[in-house]
Structure formats: C-alpha cells, structure tokens
C-alpha cells in the first residue's frame, strides 16, 4: 500500500511566524490532499495537487507538488492562532475510486 | 445543505454489543467512504461505496460490516464490539469521477465510539 510519511509529528511556533509541514511517500504519488482538522471535529478540505511541480495558495497557505511527485509540502505564512490544529495530508491512487491514504496528521500549535 | 452528516457523535459500546452508525449526504454524491482515526495513525479506510446498492473493503474492514441501500445514505455495523474497536469515525463522500476518483471527498464531523 502507498504509505505517507508526515514531518513533523507536531509543532509549535510563535503567531507571526512561517512554517512549513512535509509529506514524503514511497511511491509517486496520484492526487495529493491536505486537510485541516479542529480537535473533535470533521476534516476541512484545502487544496489538492495533481501535477508535478504544481503549487497552490489560499489566504496565508501554499501547497506544493515536488516534480517527481513523491513530495508535498504545506507552508503557513504569518501564522495565527487560527490556523492551529491537525494537518493531514491524503493521496489517491490513479485507480483508487477516491480512495484515500492518509499520513498520520501533523498537531499545529500557535501561541499567540 | 448540511453536507455529510453522521449519527450519533457520541457512544459507548460493551464488549460485545452491536450498534450501527449512520452516514448520511445531500450533495447527490456517488462515492462514500467510512474511516477510523487512531492517534498517530492517521486515517484509515474500513469500507467504501461507488454507487447505491454497492459496498466494497477498505484498508480495515475486519469486524464490520456497510450497507448502502440508498444513494445518501452509507451505513458501518459492528456486529460484535470490540475494545479494538474502539476509535473515531469518519464518513465522507465525493462526486464520480471514474476510477480516479480525483475529486474532493467531503468529511463528516466524525462519531467517536468507546468499547469497554
């Protein structure tokens, strides 16, 4: 089964500060998710990567896609208190029906 | 639109008692899938769905059991409850998009079950 390695298992940084989460896999990767997750509550879907290369953003967070696609990482900029929680990244096989391997979740905490 | 929703949020199991937890999806979505999620494991996939009327194994289907006998609903059983069993899970759905599935699949809040 493709297994996805997260680095690290937890951080904490100060509000203000830039960080970056990693997600490497044995095997090139498919589709690439990342999800965040408040503790208790379902995962929030925030951006999927396809291609080699690819890079996305939304609001203070950037996801990349390394060009071997065995590599993805997320980066925070300026972190706040709200983007604390559990990030989780997710990858599909090309005939997977969706189907889902996750790392096992990087515990983000940001002190204000 | 209240996306994927599950019932119940909370529950405590014997050893051996059965229960069923239910999924449920207003977003028309072909695909569903049931998930536990362990501390430092992740998420792990338990059973999967394609269509109304088809269920199919996940990563983990040992000790339960689905069913998926209308389009917006997907049902996980545990016949026989065991501590091992005990876990949070999650249920989610996405659109069809063939057997690439490469569409966002869509999480509920999540059932968290305790087994003594």
């Known amino acids: 089964s493709q297994e996805l390695e997260q680095s690290p298992q937890s951080l904490i940084v100060q509000e203000g500060k830039n960080l970056t989460i990693n997600c490497t896999s044995s095997k090139t990767l498919y589709g690439l998710y990342w999800y965040k997750q408040k503790y208790g509550e379902g995962l929030i879907f925030l951006m999927m990567?396809?291609?080699?290369?690819e890079e996305k953003s939304h609001e203070k967070i950037t996801a990349k896609l390394d060009e071997k696609k065995q590599q993805s990482s997320l980066h925070i900029t300026a972190s706040q208190p709200s983007h604390a929680g559990i990030y989780l990244c997710?990858?599909?096989?090309?005939?997977?029906?969706?189907?889902?391997?996750f790392g096992q979740g990087t515990i983000l905490t940001v002190h204000p | 639109n209240a996306g994927v929703t599950q019932t119940p949020k909370f529950r405590v199991l014997k050893t051996g008692q059965s229960m069923t937890l239910l999924c449920a999806q207003d977003m028309n979505h072909e695909y569903m899938y049931w998930y536990r999620q362990d501390p430092g494991m992740g998420l792990r996939l338990i059973h999967y769905s394609v269509g109304e009327g088809t269920t199919a194994k996940g990563e983990v289907p040992d000790g339960y059991n689905v069913s998926r006998l209308k389009k917006q609903n997907f049902l996980l059983g545990l016949e026989s409850a065991a501590p091992s069993q005990t876990s949070v899970y999650f249920c989610?759905?996405?659109?069809?998009?063939?057997?690439?599935?490469?569409?966002?699949?869509?999480f509920g809040p999540g059932t968290r079950l305790t087994v003594l």
């Open positions: 990567l396809q291609k080699g290369g």
């Open positions: 989610a759905s996405s659109r069809d998009t063939g057997t690439s599935g490469t569409d966002t699949q869509y």
């Open positions: 997710g990858a599909t096989k090309s005939t997977s029906y969706g189907k889902l391997t």
